[in-house]
């Protein structure tokens, strides 16, 4: 019973990790009203650029700064369309999302079926991970699973308790009271967006790089459509956000246990949206009554001449 | 810079010239408002008042013109210029976040150092409060706050960034008699402390009662700058219209007739879930206008949507003279006899399709507008000329698309549609909100018109002048509930205000 549990726990966590950087980002990036639909398009260019990289340099590292730099640059495609030419943005982001499917399917094609050379491994922490039944379930994944954990409380600090976690909600919230206050509006979500990009191309680089790892065409296999769930399910707050990922992936480790059984794996690979439909639809029973969450400024572009 | 006066003006604007596509909205304004003095700003909608002080405040950019403040030129570029060289701006439509508390929304921007630091912001607001005289809780929630506090908390913002010029839109169109006192007494002792106030408003009582100067803007020019205390309410009005206004509307004594509308106990929620009517009561009679006052927000929506069917009723039962229709659809009022001017006047007609199409949006079912399942586009079109003469909708034809028309026009053909059906009872929700005077009038006409036809009408309006205008009794809306019920006669007005605060409930046996 208790190695079952240690499955389960270990490998949940690093199941949910790449949700998990990816619905942060894009808390970040909505928390500023903006609405990036290209999560996939942006992780699936951070799989195959951590993988490239990390396969030329054979250093895994260097591969994952190289996808978050590639998110950064996707997003500020999206970033320009929606903020500066205010543009739909659910179109801009599905058009980052198709172009990004599209280009890492292209680049990809050589690394199809190649062994990493220099893959993330798994931490080997003095004491904590030779310790009975913590070890094995929290201290031995790589780095990148902690850092994902770290970002949580970071990221909800900065957010309730700084200046800059105010200024973030403002804008969200009200651009028209940010700006009357002095607050550069453009540079805030420009910033917003581009910080949400950086971590959805780590959790795509984590998927290439640490949790394969490979390259597969197509492998984020929707994550990035469940971050935009998730991102509701969080109510835009990071430590659900941590809750919401844990639950995808032990939804997706629960594939693993259930097809012994002689379950179809095509319908325990409906699992995860089946479970989207469910989140989204208790989230908008709840967040419908509360009227709380959704930031009030959500896709709406700001200008200030507008009349 | 010449120096014949000991202190130059607080602000001097020069030659303010702005166009938007289509429009003129300041045509080479004039504007010095001296240190220490309230200066209104009167004019009627789109005079261009607001347009001015959003240049003040950087927010538009002028094409021409130049500005001075305390004598030394400036460029204003944006709202963090306007806010370095001491001027605060209070927007008519408050701007701040709900979600957020009192404290982070006066702080926003000004923030020293990484982490907020909430203790010492909210210390420093509390000393703001006190010395002016501004009452509000730092650690609220604007969505807790009432039009009034938010008020405060604005002005608070500007106060906070070291405001000496305060401008301040509309101030007291959201506001109760008491809180409009309030508000008086703030702006005075900020005059008294060295600043400089500029207001925006087209109330003529509110000019008198606190400028100093005024200055009279119509059609984005100045008419006028006078000194408050040489002229006369009669002036301004004739300066601001640009004629002779003749408030001059007859309400003659009716007899009211049968009974046409009966509320019982009636209960409804709002889209929270919490109960926004909390019971109320009241009925309304043939040849009479019956206003509801009250602040925004209290119920007043829930009332006409639960009324007109958009709403479902919780408990609670509602007459048409004596047919219930508590639950029925809200087609089935409207063939029972019920028609409504919604404050939102956009969401009863289709802005994007044809006057004329509008017109019969309700009624085009009728067998006279069709044949088979066509529209007879004829009788359609000549039936919606007669409505647009009988109610002097001025539109290029009939065929013009809603949107194009103004405000006013717009309003009138609303109500053209709606009591060509000769409904048993008219519900008006805000009706002349954002009209100019000479709208105003004419829809209040319209409406006094239709009371002396004997037609039973529901006022529901936040401008209490309005209500006392028009009405025969006026019920008071606070938090869900009717505070009481009394003639609209002037010496009411103070129960009245009262009431609206919520401040004051009349005994039920006293109700008329």
């Known amino acids: ?307 | 810079m010449t120096d014949s006066s000991p202190t130059p003006p607080a602000v001097l604007m020069r030659g303010i010239t702005k166009r938007f596509p289509g429009v003129l909205a300041n045509d080479h304004i004039d504007l010095e408002v001296r240190q220490g003095e309230i200066h209104a700003l009167l004019g009627e909608n789109g005079a261009g008042k607001t347009t001015l002080m959003n240049i003040l405040y950087g927010i538009y950019h002028p094409d021409e013109g130049s500005i001075e403040i305390y004598g030394r030129p400036v460029s204003i570029h944006s709202p963090h210029d306007a806010i370095k060289l001491g001027i605060g701006m209070i927007h008519q439509q408050f701007r701040l976040v709900q979600t957020h508390t009192v404290v982070e929304n006066v702080i926003l921007g000004m923030g020293k150092g990484f982490v907020f630091r909430e203790k010492e912001a909210s210390e420093k607001i509390r000393e703001l409060s006190a010395r002016y005289n501004l009452k509000v809780d730092p650690d609220a929630y604007i969505w807790q706050l009432s039009a009034g506090e938010q008020q405060r908390v604005e002005i608070l913002k500007a106060l906070y960034r070291g405001a000496q010029i305060l401008i301040l839109d509309e101030p007291t169109s959201m506001l109760t008699p008491g809180e409009i006192e309030d508000l008086l007494k703030t702006l005075h002792r900020m005059t008294e402390e060295g600043h400089t106030i500029l207001f925006i408003t087209h109330k003529l009582d509110e000019v008198t009662a606190i400028s100093h100067r005024v200055t009279i803007l119509r059609q984005g020019r100045v008419i006028a700058t006078l000194e408050t205390s040489q002229t006369n309410e009669r002036e301004l009005a004739r300066l601001m219209v640009g004629r002779e206004v003749l408030f001059r509307l007859s309400k003659e004594q009716i007899q009211p007739g049968e009974v046409m509308l009966q509320v019982e106990n009636l209960q409804a929620l709002n889209d929270k879930g919490l109960f926004a009517l909390k019971g109320i009561s009241f009925t309304i009679r043939q040849g009479e206008i019956f206003g509801i006052a009250g602040v925004a927000g209290n119920g007043q929506r829930e009332l006409v949507e639960a009324l007109i069917g958009l709403r479902p009723v919780q408990a609670g039962r509602v007459f048409l003279q004596k047919d219930e229709i508590t639950h029925d659809s809200p087609r089935a009022r409207i063939e029972k006899g019920l028609a409504c001017v919604p404050s939102e006047r956009l969401t009863a007609l289709v802005p994007s399709m044809s006057v004329a199409e509008n017109m019969v949006l309700k009624s085009y079912r009728q067998p006279a507008f069709g044949r088979g399942i066509l529209l007879d586009r004829t009788t359609v079109r000549s039936y919606s000329q007669r409505l647009i003469e009988q109610y002097a909708v001025i539109t290029p034809s009939c065929d013009t698309l809603v949107k194009l028309l103004s405000g006013g026009n717009i309003q009138r053909a609303l109500l053209a549609r709606e009591l060509s059906s000769q409904p048993r009872l008219l519900i008006a929700a805000t009706p002349t909100a954002g009209l100019d005077v000479g709208a105003t009038e004419t829809i209040w006409q319209i409406l006094l018109e239709q009371r002396r036809q004997g037609r039973a009408i529901l006022l529901i309006s936040e401008d209490l002048e309005e209500v006392m205008t028009l009405s025969d009794r006026v019920a008071v809306l606070f938090s869900g509930e009717i505070m009481g019920i009394v003639r609209s006669e002037a010496q009411n007005l103070e129960k009245i205000g009262l009431m609206m605060a919520g401040a004051f409930r009349l005994p039920q046996e006293e109700w008329v």
């Open chain 1, 1 to 307: 019973m208790i190695d079952f549990l240690i499955s389960i726990v270990s490998l949940t966590i690093p199941a949910g990790t790449a949700l998990l950087y990816g619905t942060l980002g894009e808390v970040y990036a909505e928390r500023s009203g903006v609405l990036n639909l290209g999560v996939e398009g942006m992780m699936i260019m951070g799989a195959v650029t951590g993988f490239a990289v990390t396969t030329a340099t054979g250093n895994a590292l260097l591969g994952i700064l190289a996808a978050a730099i590639i998110g950064v640059l996707m997003s500020l495609v999206h970033a320009f369309a929606s903020v500066t030419l205010r543009v739909n943005q659910v179109v801009s982001g599905l058009a980052l999302t198709m172009l990004g499917l599209g280009i890492s399917g292209m680049m990809g094609k050589r690394f199809i079926g190649l062994p990493l050379a220099g893959r993330l491994t798994p931490l080997d922490i003095p004491v904590l991970s030779d310790l009975p039944i913590l070890g094995p379930m929290f201290f031995r994944f790589n780095i990148l699973v902690y850092f994902s954990i770290l970002l949580v409380p970071l990221l909800w600090f900065i957010l309730y308790k700084t200046h800059w976690g105010i200024t973030l909600r403002s804008v969200g919230e009200n651009p028209a009271a940010a700006d009357a206050m002095g607050i550069n509006v453009s540079l805030v979500r420009y910033l917003a967006v581009m910080f949400g990009g950086m971590l959805a191309g780590l959790g795509g680089a984590y998927l290439s790089v640490a949790y394969a790892p490979a390259w597969i065409e197509g492998m984020t296999a929707g994550a990035g459509w469940i971050v935009i769930a998730l991102t509701i399910f969080s109510l835009w707050d990071p430590r659900r956000a941590l809750l919401g990922a844990y639950l995808f992936g032990g939804v997706r480790v629960l594939q693993f246990f259930l097809q012994p059984l002689g379950i179809s794996p095509n319908l325990l690979n409906m699992l995860p949206f089946l479970l989207t439909i469910v989140v989204l639809w208790m989230i908008s029973e709840q967040a419908f009554r509360r009227r709380i969450g959704v930031p009030a400024a959500l896709m709406q572009p700001y200008s200030r001449e507008e009349r």
